[in-house]
């Protein structure tokens, strides 16, 4: 139970955030902490209950933060079934290989969101290139922090 209220609590405080930042001057550059929960959760949360807690933080955060719906469902469950379906041939264990599996999978995200997004609305390449960089470094930090209290007992 303590585990749910964290993942819930985590995203009302994000999506917050997520919607003031487009009024920063460099708002490109961003980390998305919901895109980095979703792919702890592709490490660590089996299917089918993964699925659809993804599925759930995505509509909130597309429902609070883009006006095209279905920007950010696809993307998020086809990298968390990527993470989940690869699992038994490929090796996740270790800060390295995840921070590795953020990058590759972020630019697969974005990459995605760069084909569903209207002609003239994406955002340039080189904000690509540090919003992955910023995602990747941010690894570290975030997945410690949910290793803490996601893997905790709920006792």
Same mark, same amino acid.
């Given at each position: 139970?303590?585990?749910?209220?964290?993942v819930l609590g985590f995203v009302v405080i994000v999506l917050p955030l997520s919607v003031s930042l487009p009024y920063f001057p460099f708002r490109q550059l961003?980390?998305?902490? /919901?895109?980095?929960?979703?792919?702890?959760?592709?490490?660590? *949360?089996?299917?089918?209950?993964?699925?659809?807690?993804?599925?759930?933080?995505?509509?909130?955060?597309?429902?609070?933060?883009?006006?095209?719906?279905?920007?950010? =469902?696809?993307?998020?469950?086809? /990298?968390?079934?990527?993470?989940?379906?690869?699992?038994?041939?490929?090796?996740?264990?270790?800060?390295?290989?995840?921070?590795?599996? =953020?990058?590759?999978?972020?630019? *697969?995200?974005?990459?995605?969101?760069?084909?569903?997004?209207?002609?003239?609305?994406?955002?340039?390449?080189?904000?690509?290139?540090?919003?992955?960089?910023?995602?990747?470094?941010?690894?570290?930090? *975030?997945?410690?922090?949910?290793?803490?209290?996601?893997?905790?007992?709920?006792?």
């Amino acid at each position: 139970m303590r585990r749910i209220f964290f993942v819930l609590g985590f995203v009302v405080i994000v999506l917050p955030l997520s919607v003031s930042l487009p009024y920063f001057p460099f708002r490109q550059l961003r980390v998305n902490p /919901c895109w980095l929960l979703v792919l702890y959760l592709g490490f660590m *949360l089996e299917l089918p209950w993964g699925g659809l807690v993804v599925m759930g933080i995505a509509l909130l955060q597309e429902t609070v933060t883009t006006s095209i719906h279905g920007v950010l =469902v696809l993307p998020y469950l086809s /990298c968390y079934l990527v993470l989940r379906l690869a699992r038994t041939h490929l090796i996740f264990e270790g800060l390295q290989v995840q921070v590795f599996w =953020v990058l590759a999978l972020t630019v *697969l995200e974005k990459l995605f969101e760069r084909g569903m997004l209207p002609h003239g609305t994406t955002p340039p390449w080189w904000a690509l290139v540090v919003e992955v960089a910023l995602q990747a470094l941010m690894v570290p930090i *975030l997945f410690s922090w949910f290793d803490r209290y996601l893997r905790e007992s709920d006792a």
